[in-house]
C-alpha cells in the first residue's frame, strides 16, 4: 500500500493506495476518526480494484483546518480532489459519517461518480439527537473489535476534541433523507446484522428512498463492517461493481 498526499483547495489531503487491475473506489471514513479503521479493506479490495482511502482534512495526515469544516465543505474537498487525480467516475464508498459526505458529492457533483457504496449509512431520522446517538454507540461498541481501540483513540487525539465533536455536529444536522431520492447512480447499501447505530427499519428506508438502491445484510457484525470483516466487505463490493459496471 502506497500513500500519495494531494493539495486540493490549499489543503492536503492524504490519501492511502492499494492499486488494484478494477476500476477504482474511493472510500471516505466516518466522524471523528481517520482512514487507520478502513486500511484493512483497502488492502483487501485493492486485490481486485483501484482502492483509495482518503483523510479527510482535520483528521488522519492530512492537514488540520483552524476551525471544523462543514460537510458540504468536506464533500466539496474530496469531489475536487477526484478532480486532480484524474480518476474517471470513481466508485465512492462510505462508512458512518462518510454515507453522509459521498452521498451529498453524489447529489451536487453527479459527473464525479459512477456508484455509491454506504457501508451503515448514518444517522437515523428518528435517531437525531446527541443522547439517543451516544446510547446507540455505547450498544453497538460491546460488538465491535477491541483492537480499533487504540485507533480510535490516536484519531481523536489527532483531530483534537473541537474537530471530533463539530463533525458529530454536522452529521447530526445532515438530512441524508432528503438527499437520497436524489442520487441516480447505483448505489449499494450494506449493514451489520448486529448494527445499533443502523437500525434495520433506517436502513430499508434509506434503500427505498435510493431510486437506484439494494440492502445487503452481514451476518453477525456491527457497525464497522470494513474493520471487521474486510474480505467479506470487498467480495460483496466486488460482485456489486462488477454487476452495475458490465
Not at 483487501?44 to 483552524?66: I, M, N, Q, V, Y
Not at 454507540?137 to 483534537?160: C, I, T
Request: proline residues 9%; aromatic residues 4%; neutral net charge.
Amino acid at each position: 500500500m502506497n500513500r500519495r498526499d494531494l493539495v486540493v483547495d490549499g489543503l492536503t489531503v492524504a490519501g492511502h493506495r492499494r492499486r488494484g487491475p478494477g476500476g477504482a473506489v474511493v472510500c471516505v471514513h466516518g466522524a471523528g476518526v481517520s482512514s487507520r479503521e478502513l486500511l484493512p479493506f483497502v488492502d483487501a479490495l485493492g486485490e481486485r480494484h483501484d482502492t483509495w482511502a482518503l483523510d479527510l482534512p482535520g483528521f488522519g495526515a492530512s492537514t488540520k483546518p483552524s476551525r471544523p469544516l462543514t460537510l458540504p465543505t468536506l464533500a466539496d474537498v474530496v469531489a475536487a480532489w477526484v478532480t486532480e487525480t484524474g480518476l474517471e467516475r470513481p466508485c465512492l464508498l462510505g462508512g458512518s459519517f462518510g454515507c453522509q459526505v459521498v452521498v451529498d458529492i453524489a447529489v451536487r457533483h453527479p459527473e464525479l461518480v459512477s456508484a455509491l457504496v454506504l457501508a451503515g449509512p448514518t444517522v437515523d431520522p428518528h435517531s437525531r439527537s446527541p443522547v439517543r446517538l451516544a446510547g446507540q454507540w455505547l450498544r453497538n461498541s460491546v460488538r465491535e473489535d477491541p483492537r480499533m481501540v487504540p485507533l480510535n483513540v490516536a484519531d481523536y487525539r489527532d483531530a483534537g476534541l473541537r474537530r471530533v465533536l463539530g463533525t458529530f455536529g454536522e452529521s447530526i444536522r445532515d438530512r441524508i433523507e432528503d438527499k437520497l431520492p436524489l442520487v441516480t447512480v447505483p448505489t449499494l447499501v450494506v449493514r451489520g446484522e448486529y448494527d445499533r447505530l443502523v437500525p434495520q427499519p433506517w436502513a430499508e428506508e434509506a434503500t427505498r428512498l435510493l431510486p437506484r438502491g439494494r440492502l445487503v445484510i452481514m451476518e453477525g457484525l456491527p457497525h464497522m463492517t470494513p474493520y471487521r470483516d474486510p474480505r467479506g466487505l470487498a467480495r460483496i463490493v466486488t460482485d456489486f461493481l462488477a454487476e452495475v459496471r458490465t
